[in-house]
């Protein structure tokens, strides 16, 4: 059933059967203490009266209720003791003091009653009764007795030390036999008392009732807070799933579990909501930068087609066509690889190689370029070995020397530096152009961000810097850039060796 | 019609000057946000063609600046095409804009749709008695018949009229007739003028003598 796999109903359940055994088990005890003490009280009485009787007979020493019968040591026992159970013993005279027949009632059905007999089991003779004794009431159960009857003729200290009390329907009876013979049974109605009892009974069912009642609702309650979150959670996820990345859960309650798992889950949904934002911002732009060489080709292509041209006209819309579709290629290029960096799926070449040697060569190829801007590089460079794929990382040497002679001012200079620092190899490319703004700074590996934010150039997208970083971050190094306005920029490449 | 078109993408630039040029349009250009700002301050164009990312000045703010000063229609290319950007350029004062990459055909109209608009009328077709001129198909008709006109007849019929009424000075049809490239002969303008009186009778346009021309 759907109803048992909720946490909230098998928690519900599990703690309403503990709360139920509990009040169950405090309630029988509780009633069972009462019965004892109610019955106990009554078991007293009982035995009270059963010794006065048992004197009244023969004037021995009181029985005390909890030793047995007191007799005088055998050697003090007076000579004339009847021997017990004797057949032709004279019947003795019994006469009930009056202040030991108060303790009997007369016609009052709820007093105590006495009967004493005499003689064999099987043929027993009355020798005294109260008036309200009443034969059918009750029947001495003699089996019940048996022990304490059967020991009449122990000696006292053998005795059991408590006489026994038996219930027949509404009334409580005990019984002994005197040494002398006489069955001594004194009883009383019970019915007040079990009364009283059923009273208890009832009053301890509707307490456990109503404590059950209070601790299931506020268990349910309580429950309920607690799980709460559970659904918030699971709603606005739900929302998460279907496309809505701005939602977070609402952490009302920081401290518990599930407000930690909550903070989590929020915190997890904001980079994912990151995530997917660069990843819009990403092809946006890139659908940005697809947009000029398309509409380049487009209107080359339908003012052609307009009229009829010469040769050299058409020669010039294939021309301005081609460097369109050129421009798109270097960028569908650069796009592919950073996919491929991004999915870790390019792979690089491991090899030890002199990345000294490396780094100058990049710079003779630039030197064309720096001559035409009259730029001179200066380059300091430690004789280092490191390993990772040479044609990556002189494409990130070259690229860091082209935009450091070409954001260079004229005659300016452009400094590099390797040195090998703990086991890192330390490449510093530094220029002294107009510097990069402090608000630009954090941006420039961003894709397509490009400080200037006007096109410098065909094909230059702005993915130049992101795929150093990312060739370089694929070789287990890192790539920093600093800059001070109108002093220069310097970018540093470290790179484990 | 004369029209400014600032664009820094230099075989975009090309194409669209040319394919105006052949419209008819006289067609100055400029090739980063300064000159632009420049020019289009220093001339009454017809129409401007912006672009938004520039280099030095930015399309917006050459749109921003030039409103301090005139009123020229502005039809704005613009690569982004979110919502925000198009309010922006709206607000900012641009009469229209187009979203690269777009059809020539469609630059077209809606240059014609801001010049039209900018003269205060609200279709292609103008009548002045005899004479219609439809300015999208750029053809006209007198009693009913087409007529031939070369491009820069056609485009000094277009401007007079849709500056009927008015008093056209001869300064004035040159800086809209003939582009910055244009090395003009100064009786030039009479030339075309007879040719298109005539075509389309002698009355079509008046010479008020001292002041230019009009159409009545």
Redesign the interface.
Known sequence: MKIFKSIKWRLQLWYGLILVVVLAGFGFTAYQLERNRQFGRIDQELHRRLNVLANALHRPPPRRLDQGFFRPPPDQMPDEAPPIRQENRPQPEFRLPPEAAQLFGTNDSNGFYFHITSGTENDRHEIARSENYQKPKAVIQFDHFFDQLNHADLPPEKRPAKLKSMDYQDERITADILPSGELIEVGCSIAPELNELRHTALNLAAVGSLILLVGLTGGWWFVGCALWPVSAISTTAAKISAGDLSQRINVADAESELGQLAAILNSTFARLETAFAQQKQFASDAA?EL??P???????T??AL??ERDAAGYK??VE?CQ??AQRMRKLIESLLELARFDAGQEILKRMKFDFAKMISDSTELVQTLADERGVKIMAELDALEVTGDPERLSQVVTNLLTNAIQYNQPSGEVRVKLESQTGLAVLKIADTGQGIAPEDLPRVFERFYRA?????G?GNAGLGLSICKAIVEAHGGTMEVASKQNVGTTFTVRLPV | MRILIVEDEPDLLASLAQALREEGYAVDTADNGDDGLFNAEGTDYDAIVLDVMLPGIDGWEILKRLRKTKKTPVLMLTARDQTRDRVKGLDTGADDYVVKPFDLEEVFARLRAVIRRSANKTTNLIEIGDVQIDTAARNVLFKEKPVELTAREYSLVEFMALHRGEVVTRTQLYEHLFDENDTTMSNLLDVHVSNVRKKLGAEFIVTRRGHGYCIE
Do not use: F, G, N, Y
């Open positions: 940005h947009r000029t398309v509409t380049v080709i487009l209107t080359q339908q003012m307009a009229r010039q819309t301005a460097r369109a200037d934010k006007s096109r410098t065909a």
